[in-house]
Structure formats: structure tokens, C-alpha cells
């Protein structure tokens, strides 16, 4: 059985390249177009894997070649894919991504296949997750079945990591049943009740501290260049930066953190001490473009962390 079992969306990223984002009406005229295997939950088997991690991924795929293609590369790189199902007459899931030659990027998604996964579904995966220590889970997927996947994880002695993206209220019962939440900076201000914007680490913290008061024990909003701020269960949240480097694409940089978060946290690192290993895994993502294309071998992320 895997120690880590990553519940969520698989989807086939078109990526669209140009020297800026455009503006409401305008059509740009971009330099370099490619397709690859992406959604939340996909990004985070495949980097956890390419991390070394014993992972194992949960999902649903379309009966098409963009199905085809995202169960072979999980596969390819070491998840087990066992648990994600094909379903017939259905498509798979899309992400739509424009990145801007700064790495920043804009992304629409059509579910395809991961609105078709089910509360009824996790149940009858329950077993999958026998053994595992760490559960990642995200909000590409409708919204009662990650609930449901939270209590499965939680019933099964996991720790149950959320990503809250798409950012999005959370009913009680999903807050109940975390164990850490890892919004970025957006999310955690969406999540909050207030207006999305960069947040430096001081003003992070008093959102990290009120999202704590809604049921997770522990916050780790992730801020970009600026590396992560971490607010655990009754000690001071404590600011961790990340290793300087010159971003390409920030496409996948948050799926990354949580991969490497969740490996570490299943091989039995602290909290802190984890939350470094997943700083230096995103910044070395960044450095490449695409979603898994970018995700670093554990040799990379063990090389920078030695080297800062």
C-alpha cells in the first residue's frame, strides 16, 4: 500500500505561451504552444513520485486519448494508478493555460470526467487507503466528494492535507476533518472573506491564524518568491523562505509544494522541516515550463538544498 494517496483531478493542459497575458477583448499573438498531462490532483501523484514518494493517485479519466495519455504518465513515473477509473461516453477533464514570458499565468478549466467523481465512489475506494500516512486532496472535484474523501482519510489514521484550489467556501464538516490546509496567498484571502492581493509574511499570518479557527489545525499559506508562512497548532507562525532563482512558469508551483510537502510529511520529517524541502522543491519548478514537465527529481531538490 502507498503512504501517500493523492485524491483528485486529472486534466490535459493546453498551454498557450506569449510575451504577456492579454486584457479583456484582446486577441495576442503567443510564441509556443504545447499539451501535457495537468489537473491539481495528477500534478501532485506525478511530482510525488518523480520526489520518491510511495504514492498512489484516485481520479476518474474519459474514455479518450487524453485519458489514455494521463493514466500512462503517472504510471510511467512511478504512481500507482490502479484507482483511477476510465469512464465510458465520458471526456476527460481540460485546463486552458496562458503564461506570460514573467511565469505569471491565467488557467480555465472544463471538468470533463472529475465532476463525475462521487461521494459513492470514494466509498467503494476506501480500501485504497489502507496503510496510507498522508492524504492530499484539492478542489477540482465536486465539492461533497472531497468532503467525503476528508472523513475516508481521517477514518483510515491519515493526515489529511487540503489544497483549497479553486479557492472556495468550505462547509464545516470539510474543516473538521483537515489536518493542514496550504492556501497561497490568493486562496487564503478568498478563503478569509477579503479582496485577493500579495500578502507579505506579517500580513499572512493573522489569516493563517483565523483560518485555524475554522478547524485546521495547521495553516501553511504558500507566498511565491517569498517561500511559505507556517502557523502551527499553538506555537507563533513562523515565516520560511525560499531559495532565490529566475521563474519561467508558475503554472504547477503550488502542486509541487504540497507533492513534496506530503512526501516528506509520509516519510516522517516535521513540520518545518518539510515545509523547507517543499520551498526548494516549487522554486526549482518554476525554473522550467509546464505543469509536470517542471517537477524536480529528489537527487535536484536534495542538490539546492545543499548547496543554499
Known sequence: MAQLVVIGSLNMDLVACAPRLPVTGETLVGHTYFDEPGGKGANQAYAAARLEGSVAMLGRVGDDEFGRRMRDNLRQAGCSVTGILTLPGCVSGIAVIFVADTGENTIIIVPGANDRFTEADVMVQA????????????????????????????????????????????????????????????????????????????????????????????????????????????????????????AVDSTAAGDIFNAALGVALAEGQELAAACGFANAAAALSVTRRGAQACAPTRAEVAQMLNTR
Open 127 to 246: 480500501g485504497e487507503l489502507a496503510g496510507a500516512r498522508v492524504v492530499l486532496l484539492q478542489l477540482e472535484n465536486p465539492l461533497p466528494t472531497v468532503v467525503a474523501a476528508a472523513r475516508a482519510a481521517r477514518a483510515a489514521g491519515a493526515r489529511v492535507i487540503l489544497d483549497p484550489a479553486p479557492a472556495q467556501p468550505l462547509p464545516r464538516e470539510l474543516w473538521a476533518a483537515l489536518d493542514i490546509v496550504t492556501p497561497n496567498e490568493t486562496e487564503a484571502a478568498i478563503l478569509a472573506g477579503l479582496p485577493p492581493g500579495r500578502l507579505t509574511p506579517a500580513e499572512a499570518a493573522p489569516l493563517a491564524r483565523q483560518l485555524q479557527q475554522r478547524g485546521a489545525r495547521h495553516v501553511i499559506v504558500k507566498l511565491g518568491d517569498q517561500g511559505c508562512l507556517l502557523a502551527e497548532a499553538g506555537a507563533a507562525p513562523q515565516h520560511l523562505p525560499a531559495p532565490r532563482v529566475a
